[in-house]
């Protein structure tokens, strides 16, 4: 087990990490873009330019899950300081089995839902996540529309 100050320091470094250019558009993509509302959504988003952002956000979010799983940063420090987790998984967990099953790989973000799904009200915590994405999605695409003729 790590102790705080260990913790405190590989929190910084994840979030340093997070800051890098290509991390930092793939994240900005994934959480703002990225918001599938069914497993064929999902797939066609991610079948094209954007896979290798998809799974490089994952990827990240899944390895800094695994240093809380593997008990070198505390969980509670951790879920403090990367809320993000939660916005990043509530977008996947939907469809998490119908992925598994379809990429063959049934452990995929399995550091990431052990790590989520650990916190109180876990399940709460990604609904209003996910609403909220899917709101401000539904609010963009609005707010980009042509005007409609009177």
């Known amino acids: 087990m790590s102790t705080p100050f260990e913790s405190a320091q590989l929190n910084l470094k994840l979030f340093d990490l997070r800051r890098e250019p290509v991390l930092r558009a793939a994240r900005a993509w994934f959480l703002s873009e990225f918001?599938?509302?069914?497993?064929?959504?999902?797939?066609?988003?991610?079948?094209?330019?954007?896979?290798?952002?998809?799974?490089?956000?994952?990827?990240y979010?899944?390895?800094?899950?695994s240093l809380v799983v593997s008990g070198?940063?505390?969980?509670?420090?951790?879920?403090a300081a990367h809320?993000?987790?939660?916005?990043?998984?509530?977008k996947v967990h939907p469809f998490?089995?119908?992925?598994?099953?379809?990429s063959g790989e049934g452990e995929f973000?399995?550091?990431v839902e052990a790590v989520v799904l650990s916190a109180p009200d876990a399940e709460a915590?990604?609904?209003?996540?996910?609403?909220?994405?899917?709101a401000a999605a539904r609010a963009r695409k609005a707010a980009s529309a042509p005007p409609r003729p009177a």
Not at 61 to 65: E, H, I, K, L, V
Not at 96 to 102: F, G, K, N, V
């Open 35 to 59: 918001n599938p509302e069914s497993f064929a959504e999902l797939v066609a988003l991610v079948s094209g330019e954007h896979n290798a952002s998809f799974r490089m956000v994952l990827g």
């Open 61 to 65: 979010w899944d390895m800094a899950a």
């Open 72 to 79: 070198a940063i505390d969980a509670e420090s951790f879920v």
């Open 83 to 90: 809320g993000e987790i939660f916005a990043t998984f509530s």
């Open 96 to 102: 998490l089995h119908e992925l598994r099953a379809a």
């Open 109 to 111: 973000c399995k550091h």
């Open 125 to 134: 915590i990604l609904e209003r996540r996910r609403a909220a994405a899917l």
